[in-house]
């Protein structure tokens, strides 16, 4: 996996440019759901893959905290 921390997630999602229509909190929990189902994949590491899971919970919850605007500007600095 080639992302090891929340700052890549947000850049990640930035450089998507999806647009207004997709949210920070939408892009997080799909993450997730992908991640999840990677889980399931008896022939790949699995401690990466929990790693990302973890990053984004904890993106998640600053999200519902903080706000959408301001975790993007907290990781952008």
């Known amino acids: 996996m080639g992302i090891d ?3 890549e997630y947000v850049d ?5 440019n999806m647009g207004k229509d997709v949210s920070l909190i939408s892009f997080v929990n799909n993450e997730k ?6 889980l399931e994949n ?6 990466p893959i929990k790693k990302g899971i973890e990053i984004l919970q904890e ?3 600053e999200i519902s905290v903080m706000g959408q605007s301001k ?7």
Do not use: G, P
Request: proline share 0%; hydrophobic share 45%; aromatic share 10%.
């Open 42 to 47: 008896k022939q790949i590491s699995k401690e």
């Open 5 to 7: 921390s929340a700052a």
């Open 33 to 38: 759901l992908v991640l999840k189902q990677k």
């Open 71 to 77: 975790v993007i500007e907290k990781y952008q600095k």
């Open 12 to 16: 990640f999602f930035i450089n998507l």
């Open 59 to 61: 993106l998640a919850k």
